[in-house]
């Protein structure tokens, strides 16, 4: 009786075992398909890596910046016209502020009056300078009519001495000849004084002009000064951007340098990127770099490197490290790398300064 019983025991167990063979025979399948998936995975990644990721060194501390131009008044005054709003679009030379100009209106209408009375000087001495040379030619020529006198009055001198002599004229005759040669030599003294007076005086009459002229061009620099500031009192934008930051207001008062906005250039923005000490063996000026930011998921901005920091970010901070005493433990240094981004990516729109993005530098390609 018992031998049926174990008969059919056997043949259940050998069901049993044809089932499972064929469970574990699919199990190994799936996960050698598995593991051929990952190898190729991995020599796909591999080959990359190779060919690719091994020259590319990254970093995430890295953020957009730009030349940002903060708007200040070289003159004080109260604002009275704000021609922007926040976050306009501005271009070069538009008007942004205006301070009150009437203090320097009438600033320049005083240097310009100077001016006038400066130049009414110079023409005044340039007539007295004619003048004087007229007297100078009149007195050259008293000179003149001197000496001639003073020749003829010592002829008749001599010419009644000898007839003094031989009685020819009386003593009161003679005398008097003497007494004409000797007021024609004064009278010619006389006229060398006033010659030399008005040779002197026309020495001054130069010197007064110089001083005059002088003080013209002090005069015309002071208007050229006041014509400064009243220009100045219109703000214009210097470049080509958007509004931010600002704080005019029409009736308040500005002072000299002080900062009512800023305006935030339109194109030619950088990336600071600070790379570890170790990735910077093949960073050099010229070499490509990408771009990608979280404001700008999956697009890539490109770029160059354009120049590497003189020294590590710590030196430049206001507390640069000391560690010549205590314990020590080295900290990686990083180093600014400026990237500046192309023409056509590095213009204001998605990118803003101060946004945080992934810097990537292909070092195959060494720069300059």
Not at 140 to 166: C, I, M, Q, W, Y
Not at 293 to 320: C, E, K, R, W, Y
């Amino acid at each position: 009786m018992s031998q049926p019983v174990l008969s059919e025991d056997s043949n259940a167990n050998k069901a049993n075992k044809a089932i499972s063979r064929p469970r574990i025979s699919g199990k190994v399948r799936l996960g050698a398909a598995i593991l051929s998936a990952a190898g190729l995975a991995a020599g796909v990644v591999g080959v990359h890596w190779w060919n690719n990721g091994r020259y590319i060194e990254d970093t995430d501390d890295a953020y957009i910046g730009g030349d940002i131009t903060v708007v200040s008044p070289k003159v004080p005054g109260y604002i009275v016209t704000v021609a922007v709003t926040d976050n306009q679009r501005v271009h070069a030379g538009d008007l942004l502020v205006k301070l009150d100009d009437s203090d320097y209106r009438a600033a320049l209408a005083k240097a310009e009056g100077v001016v006038a009375a400066r130049k009414a000087e110079i023409a005044n001495l340039e007539a007295t300078r004619a003048v004087q040379t007229s007297v100078i030619a009149q007195a050259k020529a008293t000179v003149d009519a001197s000496s001639a006198e003073t020749v003829r009055a010592h002829d008749d001198d001599r010419r009644f001495g000898n007839l003094v002599g031989r009685a020819a004229v009386s003593m009161q005759s003679a005398q008097r000849a003497t007494a004409d040669y000797q007021q024609a030599l004064a009278n010619g003294q006389k006229a060398l004084a006033g010659l030399a007076v008005a040779q002197h005086q026309l020495a001054v009459i130069d010197t007064q002009h110089q001083q005059a002229v002088a003080a013209l061009t002090q005069a015309m620099a002071e208007r050229e000064i006041a014509l400064i500031n009243l220009r100045s009192t219109e703000l214009r934008s210097p470049v080509d951007g958007v509004v931010g930051n600002r704080h005019a207001r029409v009736g308040a008062y500005a002072v000299a340098a002080g900062q009512l906005m800023a305006i935030v250039p339109a194109r030619g923005l950088w990336v600071d990127a600070n790379f570890k000490e170790s990735q910077l063996t093949g960073i050099k000026p010229g070499t490509p770099a990408i771009v990608e930011a979280d404001a700008v998921p999956g697009h890539a901005f490109h770029g160059h490197v354009a120049s590497v920091a003189p020294a590590t970010g710590a030196q430049f901070s206001i507390l640069p490290p000391e560690n010549a005493t205590g314990n020590f433990t080295k900290i990686v240094q990083r180093v600014p790398v400026r990237i500046v981004l192309d023409e056509a990516d590095g213009v204001l729109g998605a990118l803003r300064p101060g946004l945080s993005v992934v810097a990537k530098v292909d070092t195959r390609s060494q720069g300059s």
